[in-house]
Structures are given as C-alpha cells and as structure tokens.
C-alpha cells in the first residue's frame, strides 16, 4: 500500500526523515508525473557496486539510501566486484545506469574494462558514472571513456540528484 | 512481440532481460505479452521461498544454485524486494548474496520491487517466471520480500513452498499462530549453528508433527472444511476462498479429490552460510519437484495459479479506481466532515465507493 497519499501535502513532500536523509529532499527533484490511478510509474533502475578489491561502502550505502529515497530502484551488488560481474548484472537487470564507487585509486584500469565491456555487450546506452576520491586530473580521461559524471567528495547530494534525474526524465522507453 | 518471444526462446539473454522489464512495466504491451506467456508455459516448477526478513533466504539460493549446477542444471531465479510506501523507490538487494553466480551462462538472476503489492511477491514476478521457463531455466527459483505472519501468495503461484524459520521466531504459541506455517511444503530451520535454532526446530517439529497426525486421523473433519457445492467448479478445485487457505487440510482435501495425497510437511535444520543441511534439504526439494511434474500436479498448480492471477487482477482495478477516487478534490471534503464528525465513516466510504466499479 503506497503511504504517499497519507503523507503528501498540497505543494510538496512532507520532510520525512529516513536514514537521516530528509526525504523531501530527494523527492523534490522529481520531475516524473506519475498517473495518479497507477500505483507506481516505471523506476528507473540504477545499479550502484563498487569494483576491484575496495571495500569501503560507507559512500556507496549513502548514495543507496537517497537513490531509495529519490524514487529510484536500486540494485546494489556491494564489494569487491570483477567488471565481468557488474556488467553481466547490468545488462541481466537491464539498467538505466550504472554508478561506481571507487576509493583504492585503480580506477583508470577498471573502469575503462567496465566501459570496454559494456560496449562488447551492445549496452553502450547504459549512463555511467563514478564517484569516491578520483584526482581531478584524471576526470577528463573517465569523460572520455563515456563516465557522463565523476561525483567526487564536495558534491552535494541534491546536485547528484538532480543531475541524474535531468538526463533521465528526458529518456523515451527503449523500443524493444 | 513474435519475434521477442522467439528471442527468448532461442536464449538470447538481452531479449530476456528486455522483456522482464516490458512486463515490469504496466500497460497493454506488458499484458499481451503476458497473454502470450501464459500459453506457452506451465511446465516447469516453481520452487517459492519465503520467510521474515534476514532469516537467510537469499544466502540459502545461493547455496541451491551451487548444488545446482553442480548438477547441471539451469536455473533461473526472480528475486523481490519492497517498494518503498514514502518513496517508490527500492532497494533491491537479494542478489548482492549470489554475485558468484553472476558471470554463469546457466544462471539467470532478475531483481524485482513489489509496486505496492502485499502478499510478498510482485505482478511482474510471475511474467518473468513464465519468460525464464521458456527461456529454458529448470528449475525456476521465486524469492518473496521478507514477510510477516499474514503474506502469502506465493503459496498459488509456486509449485512448491519452502517456508524458512531462524532464531527468535518465538515459542510454542508463535507456531500455532495462523499464516505463514500453514502454507508451507517444507519447513527450514536456518542459522542451526545457533542453540535457539534447534530448539525452534524441536519445537516445530512437535507441532507440525501434531497437525500431520490430526489431519490424517480425522478425514471426515477435514471434509467439513471442503468447499461448499457452489464454491467448487468442474474439476473440483473451488473458489477464492479455497486458494486463501491453502493449509495442510486443504491441500489434503484438494488432493482427494483429485485422487493424489499431499506429501507430509518436511522440517529440515541448515546452516545455509556454510552449506551444512543444504545437501538434505535439495534431495527432499528434488523429490517434490519430480512429483510435481506429473501431468495432473501441473495442471492443478497451474489452474491454481491462474485464479491467484484472475483475483489480483480484480483487485488491481479496484485499487486503481480508489486511487483515482482519492485524489479527486471532493475527498479533501469528506475528510474534512469526517474529522469534524458530520459524516460517518460509513458514509465516507459509501460515497467513495460510488465511483468503483470492477
């Protein structure tokens, strides 16, 4: 049973807090109508999952929780990843994005693979992106590779959100 | 759509993936699509996995899909977890506990969000069941969200239900309780390298065991709880009524009068994070998935699916038309009246239900 109609008031999102995130934050940037006889619209599906053998979760969680929170399904394949698994689940779990978090600084090398095999799997319109402590010198090098944004520790929440729902309201369903 | 399905058939895993997503999606493209889905399976069983949150359902497929393959099985795997009710948004996380896998040409994992459905499982779950049948997945593994006393439908949509208990569940008292228990296949005890574990899987057990005896010993009690005349159709299957309480009795009663007896409730003990029991408990899954091949089993599971099927899609039209009705101007009225008492609920509601019609 969605509770929204319990809590929404005329204008806006009443401020909930969950996981100390305020929800009427993340539910401000929606740009989504959803018909209001359908119980949910279409989420779109972003897969957050952290490569190579980093496992410091604690940013990639937080993101979790406001992507959760900001309307999105997400599929969360946690630690110590292989390209090969992140982009196999992907396509399995037919994502609309991809965002990895990467702090032990292989993240030129195993990105670039995750980039290279997604291209091999015809899944090149997948958007990707990167977060986690990146050197800003090597952030054009992640553009190249088709990362459409490297979120950096400094970025706010709200400027992440906003950005992913930017490009993903504009998106027509994929024909099959 | 012809060309989707032959795709699918044909293991095209993009296709696959495509389609589940076609399906998660509502509207008249999904439902034909799943029309079509309908007719060409049934054939394969599905194995339902349910019980509270973290009891280890997830880390127990794991495990399965391990001996699984070890066997040369196919398998494929729908995976729910709940919508938000604040947001809409989910957190779909069961196949974080089955990344191994995720590299296996025979191993096909989809995560699905429940869209507001209670019961434990999802419309779309379903569809994508039936889309890994005919892909070729066999057989096809149903996990419900974390669920509580009261949700239960994966007992009409799977073949067979494993309903699994940890630690904590309760006392004696807690396991008469009505609900989850009784819609089970086999009983799993997990988390056994804990002390409460074995002693809810000696308690258990005893109950279980109790209600086995009874309901053999009494075939005329149980025939009291049979459907009436009008409830049942042709082939004896009945209505609604019989489907929300598919227990131990009535899966007896079903059975005779189909001329089958259910099979006695299995009670297994595992440690699903090291595998121990995990060996027993697939040898006693097998043997109920090979008698539910039979030709008579599958239909009768499968008419019982599709009237699961026909009930939610009834009640999907209600809902729609409630949450039209909700959001209309005039209930910010009503509901003002009703919080200064003008109106009773019952009025409210009269005048709200006006607008349904199923």
Redesign the interface.
């Known amino acids: 049973?969605?509770?929204?109609?319990c809590?929404a008031v005329p204008g806006g999102f009443d401020p909930?807090r969950?996981s100390g995130l305020p929800?009427g934050e993340?539910?401000a940037v929606r740009k989504v109508k959803?018909d209001?006889?359908?119980?949910?619209?279409?989420?779109k599906r972003i897969l957050i999952g952290k490569v190579g053998l980093d496992g410091h979760d604690r940013g990639a969680k937080f993101i979790?929780?406001a992507?959760?929170?900001?309307?999105?399904?997400?599929?969360?394949?946690?630690i110590r990843?292989?390209p090969?698994?992140i982009v196999?689940?992907a396509?399995?779990?037919?994502v609309d994005v991809i965002g990895l978090s990467l702090l032990s600084g292989a993240h030129n090398e195993l990105f670039a693979r995750v980039a290279e095999l997604l291209k091999e799997?015809?899944?090149g319109n997948i958007i990707l992106f990167a977060g986690g402590t990146i050197p800003d010198k090597d952030i054009p090098h992640l553009k190249s590779l088709g990362f459409r944004w490297v979120f950096t520790p400094g970025f706010a929440l709200s400027e992440i959100l906003a950005a992913l729902e930017e490009e993903l309201a504009g998106r027509e369903?994929?024909r099959? | 759509m012809d060309t989707l399905i032959d795709k699918v058939r044909n293991g095209d895993r993009r296709s696959l993936a495509k389609a589940m997503s076609l399906v998660d999606r509502a509207g008249p493209q999904a439902r034909a699509l799943a029309d079509r889905l309908r007719q060409s399976t049934g054939q394969v069983p599905w194995w339902g996995f349910t019980g509270p949150p973290g009891v280890g359902k997830s880390t127990l497929i794991d495990a399965l899909l391990n001996m699984l393959r070890e066997r040369g099985r196919r398998i494929g795997v729908v995976a729910v977890d709940p919508t938000s009710p604040m947001s809409d948004g989910a957190l779909l996380g069961d196949r974080v506990r089955m990344m191994r896998h995720a590299v296996d040409q025979d191993v096909f994992i989809r995560s699905l969000a429940t869209h507001h459905r209670e019961g434990g499982l999802s419309d779309a779950a379903l569809h994508c069941a039936r889309l890994l049948e005919l892909a070729g997945y066999d057989p096809v593994l149903i996990e419900t969200v974390g669920v509580g006393q009261s949700e239960v439908d994966i007992a009409s949509v799977a073949d067979i239900c494993v309903v699994m208990l940890g630690p904590g569940y309760g006392d004696d008292i807690q396991l008469i309780k009505a609900g989850l228990l009784e819609i089970a296949d086999i009983v799993v005890v997990n988390k056994c390298d804990q002390p409460e574990a074995n002693r809810l899987l000696k308690e258990i057990r005893e109950e279980l065991g109790e209600a086995k005896r009874r309901n053999v010993e009494t075939p005329k009690r149980q025939n009291a709880k049979t459907p009436t005349a009008e409830h049942k159709t042709a082939d004896g299957i009945g209505g609604p009524e019989t489907l929300k309480r598919r227990n131990v009795v009535s899966s007896i009663a079903l059975g005779g009068s189909h001329g089958f007896e259910a099979p006695p409730i299995e009670i297994v003990g595992i440690e699903a994070k090291s595998g121990r029991g995990v060996d027993t408990l697939l040898d006693k899954l097998l043997e109920l998935d090979r008698a539910a091949r039979r030709p008579d089993q599958c239909q009768h599971h499968n008419r019982r699916r599709l009237m699961g099927e026909i009930s939610r899609g009834v009640m999907l039209t209600c809902e729609q038309n409630l949450n039209r009705a909700l959001a209309a101007p005039a209930t910010e009225e009503l509901l003002t009246k009703l919080e200064r008492g003008e109106l009773s609920l019952d009025t409210v509601v009269a005048q709200l239900g006006v607008a349904f019609k199923p």
């Open positions: 049973m969605s509770l929204r109609g809590f909930i969950s929800l993340c539910w959803v209001v006889a359908v119980n949910v619209g279409s989420p979790v929780r992507l959760r929170n900001a309307g999105y399904e997400v599929i969360y394949t946690g990843r292989t090969e698994q196999r689940t396509v399995d779990e037919d799997e015809g899944a369903e994929e099959i």
